[in-house]
């Protein structure tokens, strides 16, 4: 029988992305942020995913975490990581990010450290990382029929990308499903601003816990009516 990640790497066509050692191989450098946060070890616990969408991976701490927890409770899961492996604007223009972004060569080598850090964590059967922007991914799952269990949105903080990211991502997740969300805080407004936006949109109750935002996707489709077309079909 297959895996659950040899039927993801089948899906997307791109092979196996552990079969060669990778170009560089790094020392372990899992730095992120709240990558190891108690929300998405009960967000795992719950859903008990075949698959985990992550938009925004880094260096992989918080892929890592996720699929450590699933290989603690013996799932059958993969999680497929996107990034550009570029970094975000945050990290380019803040002096005190840019040198963790590991630049040479004129290029961040921020693929070549996730790989590494997978590979010293012996997680290669878990995680599958799909180098692209967040749109273009999600476009190409929708083609490609995926569905999620959880997706973590980790990616651009900026209020119109984290918007076009949670109307990207919501129809990938299926009903039940959980979409937890990083940095709703005052620190990000943009985050805060596109889940308000979002939330409202889709008649949803975010819940905040410490900086994750998490959202339920309701089993069955909410379908809001208004009230005087309800009056109009009622018998
Ligand atoms: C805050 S970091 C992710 C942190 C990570 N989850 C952890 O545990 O440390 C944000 C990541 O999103 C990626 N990113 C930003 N905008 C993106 C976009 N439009 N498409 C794909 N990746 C993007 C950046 O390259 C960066 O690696």
Not at 63 to 69: G, L, P, R, S, Y
Not at 167 to 191: H, I, K, M, Q, S
Not at 196 to 214: D, N, Q, S, Y
Request: aromatic residues 8%; glycine residues 8%; charged residues 25%.
């Amino acid at each position: 029988m297959t895996s659950a990640t040899e039927r993801l790497r089948a899906a997307l066509g791109f092979g196996d992305p552990f079969a060669e050692p990778p170009l560089e191989s790094l020392p372990e450098d899992l730095q992120g942020w709240a990558g190891r946060d108690p929300v998405l070890r009960r967000a795992v616990e719950i859903v008990r995913p075949r698959l985990v969408v992550e938009v925004g991976t880094w260096k992989g701490q918080s892929a890592v975490f996720m699929a450590e927890i699933c290989r603690e409770l013996g799932l059958d899961a993969a999680i497929l990581c996107i990034d550009t492996w570029l970094g975000s604007l945050e990290h380019l223009v803040d002096d005190r990010f840019r040198p963790l972004l590991g630049v040479r060569r004129g290029r961040p080598t921020l693929y070549e450290q996730f790989l590494s850090n997978v590979r010293a964590r012996g997680l290669e059967g878990y995680l599958t990382p799909l180098p692209q922007t967040s749109g273009t991914a999600a476009r190409f799952l929708q083609c490609r029929g995926i569905v999620a269990d959880l997706v973590y949105l980790d990616a651009s903080h900026e209020e119109p990308d984290v918007l076009a990211d949670l109307e990207a991502y919501w129809p990938l997740l299926r009903p039940g499903g959980l979409l937890v969300g990083d940095d709703c805080t005052a620190n990000f407004p943009g985050v805060v601003r596109a889940l308000t936006i979002f939330a409202r949109r889709h008649a949803l109750e975010p819940r905040v816990e410490g900086v994750k935002f998490v959202l339920r996707k309701p089993d069955v489709p909410t379908v809001r009516v208004r009230a005087t077309e309800a009056t109009a079909t009622l018998p």
